[in-house]
């Protein structure tokens, strides 16, 4: 278990990002995949030490792409674009890439989504990664409970719930039984805070999280063995977020203190 941080909640170029995560004393990032794609961007991360945690499969989607498009060529253009992502987690030594639901909940658009999510969870299992799906608030699958049904009934070894604190204030449900009830399908795990009615990513603890309940989720979260990443998904649009991403840090640095892990 590690922390890490999105390197898009920082502005600037991308070897200032890469400076400023290092400066914060993140040895973990996660990417997007417009992220490490020039030789220059890989060997300053590879000089400072930064190791790549996680990459959004889903950002940069071409115009009008989607995994759950009715029309096979828009639906084949987002696989591509996913699965390229995915040959760039497996590159940089990423353990998780992840996407987002779509917008189609009805039947069909699900079915369309899964036989994308299938080829996905497979190509990403070649590269020795895992594959998260999001649970994502006014997308078809806008629960963690909805998400991990889905999930479970697909059936794949490859496919894991990516568990977002700050959708899960928005959707209202309990931290520790969605995580308990994740278990080993439990792939990922995004940290930020809002005001209970957007999904803003704030810093922690600025919000409507409380401090009761963020040790009530790494309490789960121990309980359950995960070993992966604790990532802070804050936005780049904070007064300060390199402030914003150092605080959290530290939030979650006591919380493991209180929980006596790590």
């Excluded at 030594?93 to 999510?117: F, I, W």
């Excluded at 604190?165 to 969605?178: C, K, R, W, Y």
């Excluded at 995004?190 to 409507?208: A, E, I, Q």
Aim: hydrophobic fraction near 45%.
């Amino acid at each position: 278990m590690h922390i890490a941080c999105c390197i898009w909640a920082l502005s600037g170029a991308e070897t200032d990002l890469l400076r400023h995560a290092c400066e914060l004393e993140f040895d973990w990032i996660d990417i997007q995949p417009a992220h490490l794609q020039t030789l220059e961007s890989r060997l300053l991360a590879q000089e400072l030490g930064l190791r790549v945690s996680c990459l959004g499969a889903t950002f940069g989607m071409p115009l009008n792409a989607a995994l759950d498009s009715a029309d096979p060529s828009t639906r084949e253009a987002a696989i591509a674009h996913c699965r390229a992502a995915i040959e760039q987690a497996g590159a940089v030594s990423a353990q998780v890439a992840y996407v987002v639901p779509g917008q189609d909940s009805s039947a069909a658009g699900l079915a369309r989504y899964s036989e994308s999510l299938l080829q996905l969870a497979e190509r990403a299992a070649q590269e020795g990664i895992k594959l998260a799906l999001e649970h994502f608030p006014g997308k078809a699958l806008p629960t963690a409970g909805e998400t991990l049904a889905y999930i479970e009934a697909l059936g794949h070894p490859n496919l894991y719930l990516l568990y977002d604190s700050g959708h899960i204030l928005l959707t209202g449900e309990d931290p520790s039984e969605v995580i308990t009830a994740a278990g080993a399908r439990l792939g990922y795990v995004h940290f930020d805070d809002n005001d209970g009615m957007g999904d803003l990513h704030w810093s922690l603890l600025d919000g409507v999280m409380s401090e009761d309940a963020l040790d009530d989720t790494i309490q789960a979260l121990r309980e359950i063995d995960y070993a992966g990443a604790l990532s802070l998904e804050l936005s780049p649009s904070l007064p300060q977020p390199e402030r914003a991403l150092q605080d959290s840090r530290d939030i979650l640095l006591r919380a493991l203190h209180r929980a006596a892990w790590g």
